[in-house]
């Protein structure tokens, strides 16, 4: 039996090492990177799968739609595959309405959420025919109600309110639940907003969102935000209007270093008994729980540095290609994909090539020694890591592989310089 590199207990540890060797799943990381080059993100198909369904199953008295945020992984092949697990999917853009369109995730389970939605993005996934609307504004509301009576139809739309919880996530720009954001409504405007939108005629009104944030590792603000919203259910319904779901967001904490985090079953212990009684329909938008653990980021060792008494690993994957550490100052563990007995452990700084200091993947960790050209990966990255990279520098962006058992495939190609001038080199006089 290896040792685990991402284990947070809640599912089977599925990238281990074998002696000493990194494997996903079946497959070495070795073998994977002979294949397919560095630097390379790699997802287990069964750890999604067993992420998923630990969610579901800890959920399941609520028989949840849980409809997976599309922005931490949008590989069609991750879509496709949680799409056969029975997910539906959140999205926040026209470019992810089209991604869940051709992996086939069916419409009647998609929900659009974001506060800056324009009237193309609407009208396609009106045309589309989507569950639900996540309106976050009253110009949203009114230019979609508009929209609709044109395409003689109506749009079936919830209200993100806003429930002002304070939630401690690690960095404050994933904190979305407190007043001071952009998102949602207001709660003291919410049920006046409602009325005005039971009023319109291309609306329905069908549900309440709420999203307080992401990374979060307490239960209390679900367990807040969820009252709050129920108090609201109820005010709305006394006064006429009844909803038929509560959406209550994602932002399902898993653990970066290593250690156990809160299970799904904590979160549900903390809010079904407040969800189970009351005949609404139940969705979730869980992102990162499902697939940050089920994926590393493999990349080489260039060089090494010593200055200023430090020591700079310097690899071929950058901030370009995993953005966190850098955006949000995000722990992500570092392991050497070979181990080699007796190598010391010596803390490091881990950077790209990119020309900002700002580009580095870890600060002052303790790794074993390494040397250029052997390989680091880089833990639970499978989300909000390749959804985030960029070409900057002219980098095209890492190939994506998944692996199931023995079995890998290709899941994106390496990007090629052809690609990073498409759109420009045809133009060129
Ligand atoms: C980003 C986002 C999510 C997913 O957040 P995770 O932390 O990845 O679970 C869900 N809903 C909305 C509205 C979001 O913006």
Same mark, same amino acid.
């Given at each position: 039996?290896? *040792?685990?590199?991402?284990?947070?207990?809640?599912?089977?540890?599925?990238?281990?090492?074998?002696?000493?060797?990194?494997?996903?799943?079946?497959?070495?990381?070795?073998?994977?990177?002979? @294949?397919?080059?560095?630097?390379?993100?790699?997802?287990? @198909?069964?750890?999604?799968?067993?992420?998923?369904?630990?969610?579901?199953?800890?959920?399941?008295?609520?028989?949840?739609?849980?409809?997976?945020?599309?922005? %931490?992984?949008?590989?069609?092949?991750?879509?496709?595959?949680?799409?056969?697990?029975?997910?539906?999917?959140?999205?926040? #853009?026209?470019?992810?309405? /089209?991604?869940?369109?051709?992996?086939?995730?069916?419409?009647?389970?998609?929900?659009?959420?974001?506060?800056?939605?324009?009237?193309?993005?609407?009208?396609?996934?009106?045309?589309?025919?989507?569950?639900?609307?996540?309106?976050?504004?009253?110009?949203?509301?009114?230019?979609?109600?508009?929209? %609709?009576?044109?395409?003689?139809?109506? %749009?079936?739309? %919830?209200?993100? &309110?806003?429930?002002?919880?304070?939630?401690?996530? !690690?960095?404050?720009?994933?904190?979305?639940?407190?007043?001071?954001?952009?998102?949602?409504?207001?709660?003291? +405007?919410?049920?006046?907003?409602? /009325?005005?939108?039971?009023?319109?005629?291309?609306?329905?009104?069908?549900?309440?969102?709420? /999203?307080?944030?992401?990374?979060?590792?307490?239960?209390?603000?679900?367990?807040?935000?969820?009252?709050?919203?129920?108090?609201? &259910?109820?005010?709305?319904?006394?006064?006429?209007?009844?909803?038929?779901?509560?959406?209550?967001?994602?932002?399902?904490?898993? #653990?970066?270093?290593?250690?156990?985090?809160?299970?799904?079953?904590?979160?549900?212990?903390?809010?079904?008994?407040?969800? @189970?009684?009351?005949?609404?329909?139940?969705?979730?938008?869980?992102?990162?729980?499902?697939?940050? !653990?089920?994926?590393?980021?493999?990349?080489?060792?260039?060089?090494?540095?010593?200055?200023?008494?430090? *020591?700079?690993?310097?690899?071929?994957?950058?901030?370009?290609?995993?953005?966190?550490?850098?955006?949000?100052?995000?722990?992500?563990?570092?392991?050497?994909?070979? $181990?080699?007995?007796?190598?010391?452990?010596?803390?490091?700084?881990?950077?790209?090539?990119?020309?900002?200091?700002?580009?580095?993947?870890?600060? +002052?960790?303790?790794?074993? $020694? &390494?040397?250029?050209?052997?390989?680091?990966?880089?833990?639970?990255?499978?989300?909000?890591?390749?959804?985030?990279?960029?070409?900057?520098?002219? $980098?095209?962006?890492?190939?994506?592989?998944?692996?199931?058992?023995?079995?890998?495939?290709?899941?994106?190609?390496?990007?090629?310089?052809?690609?990073?001038?498409?759109?420009?080199?045809?133009?060129?006089?």
């Amino acid at each position: 039996m290896g *040792t685990s590199v991402l284990s947070d207990g809640h599912v089977t540890d599925l990238f281990q090492y074998h002696d000493g060797i990194l494997h996903c799943e079946g497959v070495s990381a070795e073998r994977l990177v002979a @294949e397919y080059g560095t630097p390379l993100y790699v997802y287990s @198909e069964n750890a999604i799968l067993e992420r998923y369904r630990a969610f579901a199953g800890a959920f399941a008295a609520l028989d949840p739609l849980i409809a997976y945020s599309v922005k %931490a992984n949008g590989n069609l092949a991750v879509l496709r595959l949680l799409a056969q697990a029975g997910a539906g999917a959140d999205i926040v #853009s026209g470019g992810e309405l /089209h991604r869940t369109r051709l992996a086939g995730i069916p419409s009647e389970r998609t929900v659009f959420s974001g506060v800056g939605k324009t009237i193309t993005e609407l009208a396609a996934a009106l045309a589309a025919n989507i569950y639900a609307f996540n309106v976050e504004s009253a110009g949203e509301l009114r230019m979609l109600s508009e929209l %609709a009576v044109t395409m003689k139809t109506r %749009a079936p739309i %919830a209200l993100r &309110v806003n429930p002002d919880v304070e939630t401690l996530t !690690p960095h404050h720009y994933t904190a979305t639940g407190h007043k001071q954001t952009k998102f949602g409504i207001p709660y003291e +405007d919410a049920e006046r907003l409602y /009325h005005e939108a039971a009023q319109l005629p291309g609306i329905i009104v069908r549900g309440v969102d709420v /999203h307080i944030g992401s990374q979060i590792l307490d239960v209390e603000p679900y367990r807040l935000s969820v009252t709050r919203i129920l108090e609201l &259910v109820e005010r709305l319904r006394k006064s006429g209007i009844d909803l038929e779901f509560i959406d209550v967001g994602g932002g399902f904490g898993i #653990s970066y270093d290593g250690e156990s985090g809160p299970a799904p079953s904590d979160f549900a212990a903390a809010i079904v008994p407040l969800l @189970e009684h009351t005949g609404m329909r139940t969705i979730f938008e869980p992102g990162r729980y499902i697939v940050g !653990p089920a994926g590393i980021l493999l990349t080489r060792v260039l060089f090494m540095k010593h200055m200023g008494g430090k *020591t700079f690993v310097i690899t071929d994957a950058g901030m370009n290609d995993l953005l966190r550490p850098s955006h949000y100052s995000s722990y992500h563990r570092v392991e050497p994909a070979v $181990r080699t007995p007796g190598r010391e452990t010596v803390p490091v700084d881990v950077v790209g090539p990119i020309c900002e200091s700002g580009d580095f993947l870890a600060l +002052d960790r303790p790794i074993p $020694r &390494v040397e250029p050209g052997e390989l680091l990966a880089i833990g639970a990255t499978g989300a909000y890591g390749f959804s985030m990279a960029s070409t900057y520098n002219a $980098r095209p962006r890492p190939a994506e592989v998944i692996v199931a058992g023995d079995a890998h495939k290709l899941a994106r190609s390496r990007e090629t310089y052809d690609d990073l001038v498409r759109g420009e080199a045809e133009l060129l006089e």
